[in-house]
Every structure is written in C-alpha cells, then in structure tokens.
C-alpha cells in the first residue's frame, strides 16, 4: 500500500515537471528591449554615431526584420540579423546635419526596428539633435 | 396595318441597338474611371527633403495622373500614424525590408517607398499596365542631396521576388515577368539587375 503511494507521488511529480516543461518551451518567445530608447545628439556641426544596445529578453531567438528610419540623413546598422536569447547587438545610428543642407535648428526623427517580437512587432528610437549653424554647404 | 407593324418593329429594333451601342460605349471606358484610388502619404515633417519634395514633385504628378483624395499623414508628430502604417503595411503583405523613410499608398495596388522616380509611377498608373499586376510596392530610399545620388530601385510584387534595377531600367522589365491571371507557368524569377 506504501510503496503504490511513493510510486503514485513520483508519477505525479514527473506529469507536473513535464507539463511545466511543454509550457516553458511553448511560451518561449523573443521579447525586444532598448538601451537607451532615444538618442539626443544635441548641438552637432559634422556626422555623429551614437549606439543602442538591443537586447532580447526573452527566451527564443529575436530575428531583426528590418531597421528603417524617418530620414536619409539618419542611418542605421544593427550588428546581427538574429538576437538569441537573452542575448543583445548594437545598433549604431548615424545622424548627418550636412545631409539637408546648411539649415539649421532643432531636428526630430526616429529609428525603426522591426522584429518577430510578436508583441512589438516595430520599435522606435527618438533621434534629436539640434543642427547648428556654419556647416559648409 | 402589317406596313406599319413592320416598321414599327423596325424602330424598336434600331432603339434597342442603340440602347446597346450606348452600354458597350459606356462600359469600354477606363476600367477605373469614376473609382479614382484614394492616396495616404505617411511622412516625417522634420525631413526637410521630403515636404518640398510632396509639395512640388509628388502630389502635383499624382494629380495629374488622376488619383483621388490625397491625405498627409505626419508619423513623427503623431506616433498613432505610424501604428497606422505598420498595421497597413502588415495587412497588405509588404516585406518589411522595403520599408523606406516615405510610404506613399496609391489605394491598396501601389505603394510607394521613399522618393520613387515619376517615370516609375507614370507606367504604374498607366491603364495598360495596371492590369499586370495585383499588388506592387517600390523603394527608393535615397536623395541626392545626402550625397547619395540614387542608382537603383527595389520593386516587388505578390508571384514575382524582390528584385533590384538600375534607375534606367522601366518597372515594365519587372512587370513583363510577373505571372498573369490564368498563367500557369511557375513564378517568375525576374533578372536581378546589379546597379
């Protein structure tokens, strides 16, 4: 009678570890995080990079769909195409104050990243600087 | 009494032919008269570039062609229009790699990324092209006053593969190798042109 109880308890503890295992590996997803998640260039005369760490907090690989921005004089590169697990890349965004002429002041743009988050599925990063004047035309 | 039903007849036939004459006249117009596609321009109002670039190149040039309503929307001052987009872009199966800084959607059938040269856009609104295919979207991303003097240009269609052409290229290359309805053939591999 003792012995089929212990044998009872042990298949039980076994069904429970396993169901808890297929959960785990199902919900298993990439979640996308930013560090920092917006860049302030402030006052800049030439080409400027400043870097975003991206991380993936979640516990399946983070596959990086695109990277986009509002703006040819805002570029951006990211250091790999696929974040494992709780693992992160940089992304270096590069803003050019020349790319629009000699206009001067404040400029705001942003930085998309699109990935298989399936909650985020697009990311942005705030991109402001302020241009200042005397850039060669 | 016969004479005059006979020619009565006569004149109900010569109505009905002209009735019919009327319809077909009616109905060979331009299939998409009277249906002019809506256009959404999904911008940044901080690219300097890009606002002159509407105001004198792409809204005049799309009025011409005969669109319909043309709507701006800023996704930088309102980050609503930006979900917008992504959920639009998403709906309509665009590859998110043709992402460009500028989307421009010419109903649902054209969209076009970035500052896409006019040629390009006149021969996809032209009628004898607009059959060919379903579904097309076209980047160019770059501007000359970057210091980037465009070279080439991206163009994909649902049934074909993203391709890349030469700015001398037409989309009409790519068009010409896209499967028509009732094709049979399997899905076309349109040349991929190094710029």
């Known amino acids: 009678m003792r012995r089929t109880s212990v044998l009872a308890v042990a298949v039980g503890i076994l069904l429970a570890g396993g169901a808890a295992r297929v959960l785990w590996t199902a919900s298993a997803r990439p979640v996308i995080r930013l560090d920092p998640s917006a860049v302030d260039f402030g006052p800049l005369a030439g080409r400027v990079t400043k870097a975003v760490v991206v ?27 696929v974040v494992p697990a709780r693992g992160t890349a940089r992304l270096e965004i590069t ?8 206009e ?20 942005e990063i705030e991109v402001r600087a302020v241009v200042l004047k005397g850039l060669p035309p | 009494m016969n004479r005059e039903r006979g020619a009565l007849s006569v004149g109900l036939r010569h109505v009905c032919a002209g009735l019919a004459i009327l319809l077909v ?31 004198q190149e792409l809204v005049p040039l799309l009025r011409s062609l005969g669109v319909g309503e043309i709507v701006r929307r800023d996704y930088i001052l309102e980050r609503r229009n930006r979900s917008e987009l992504v959920e639009r872009s998403t709906a309509l199966g665009i590859p998110p790699q043709l992402q460009g800084h500028m989307t421009t959607f010419v109903g649902d059938r054209i969209v076009l990324q970035g500052h896409v040269p006019a040629q390009i856009i006149r021969d996809l609104l032209a009628p004898a092209q607009a059959t060919r295919y379903m579904r097309i979207v076209v980047l160019q991303d770059k501007m000359p006053s970057h210091g980037e003097a465009p070279r080439d240009y991206t163009v994909w269609a649902p049934g074909g593969v993203i391709a890349v052409y030469p700015l001398g290229e037409p989309v009409t290359t790519y068009l010409a190798g896209l499967p028509q309805p009732g094709d049979h053939r399997s899905v076309s591999r349109p040349r991929r042109c190094s710029p």
Do not use: K, Q, W
Request: glycine share 8%.
């Open chain 1, 55 to 81: 991380r993936n907090a979640g516990r399946a690989p983070l596959r990086v769909l695109a990277v986009s921005s509002s703006c040819g004089c805002t570029t951006a590169a990211i250091t790999m195409s």
């Open chain 1, 95 to 102: 803003f050019d104050p020349a790319a629009h002429g000699s």
């Open chain 1, 104 to 123: 001067a002041g404040p400029a705001r743009h942003a930085v998309y990243v699109r990935t298989d988050d399936p909650r985020t599925p697009e990311v």
């Open chain 2, 25 to 55: 006249l009616l109905s060979a117009g331009p299939s998409h008269a009277g249906a002019a596609p809506p256009v959404t321009v999904y911008f940044n109002g901080s690219c300097h570039d890009c606002v002159p670039y509407l105001d």
